[in-house]
């Protein structure tokens, strides 16, 4: 009986409070064109994201080990994982996307090497 009075009570206070009503008015859309023949030789993130990066020298110098779109201008990093060996000691840096080239299907960060990119400060993943 309690409970079905503290329900009644709850849906009186409910229903005196003025409801919000959603703005249901359609929002127009602007269609976009993509010319898409220029994709046919694009990669995909699921390719990208693990491959070696080399230098100029064709040496690597690390290995992509994920991407990160900025929130405010969408501007992709590279989150290289360098140093270390067979994944242990390795260390997380931030490189702009667009610094690298494609040159013959590999992904090349030209000027760089292992202690240059070694000495940038470490990328940490923020906790939540």
């Keep these: 009986m309690r409970k079905l009075l ?21 929002q127009p859309v602007v269609p ?8 046919q030789n694009a990669f995909r993130a699921s390719e990208i994201i693990g491959a070696e990066v080399v230098n100029d020298a064709d040496e690597k110098v690390g290995r992509i080990d994920d991407l990160l779109i900025n929130r405010s201008d ?7 994982s360098v140093g270390g060996f067979l ?26 090497t292992k202690d240059a990119l070694k000495d940038l400060p470490e990328f940490k993943y923020m906790t939540e």
């Design 74 to 80: 969408f501007v992709p990093y590279a989150i290289l």
């Design 32 to 39: 976009l064109t993509v010319e898409t023949s220029n994709l």
């Design 87 to 112: 994944g242990l000691g390795d260390k997380h840096v931030a490189v702009p996307y667009k610094a690298m080239h494609i040159v013959d299907n590999k992904l090349v960060l030209p000027g760089a």
């Design 6 to 26: 503290a329900s009644a009570a709850v849906m009186t206070l409910l229903c005196g409070i003025p409801s919000v009503a959603a703005d249901l008015t359609p």
